[in-house]
């Protein structure tokens, strides 16, 4: 079982909710905050993600960034 998660540049989001839509973990969400440019952006909503890199694959802006680790048994 690989872990992942993923670090997105929250303040060049523009919320199109691509990544949200690609995600098959539905590991995304839109945040209630909004950015610096007024959009609500897309953050991780809970540890579900795998690093598959989906999300990362179709944002426009390409502001996301996917790390990929071996999930500790003893975490499970
Ligand atoms: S890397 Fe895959 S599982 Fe993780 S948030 Fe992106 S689309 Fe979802
Ligand atoms: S695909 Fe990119 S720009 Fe669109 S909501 Fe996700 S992180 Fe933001």
Redesign the pocket.
Known sequence: MVKGTVV???E?????????I?CPQNS?Q?STKINPKG?R??ELKDETCTGCTN?AL???????TVYRRKKDPKAA
């Open positions: 997105i540049s929250t060049n989001c523009k919320g199109c909710e691509l990544c949200i690609a995304l839109l959009y952006f897309a999300c179709v944002c426009p802006d390409a502001i996301i």
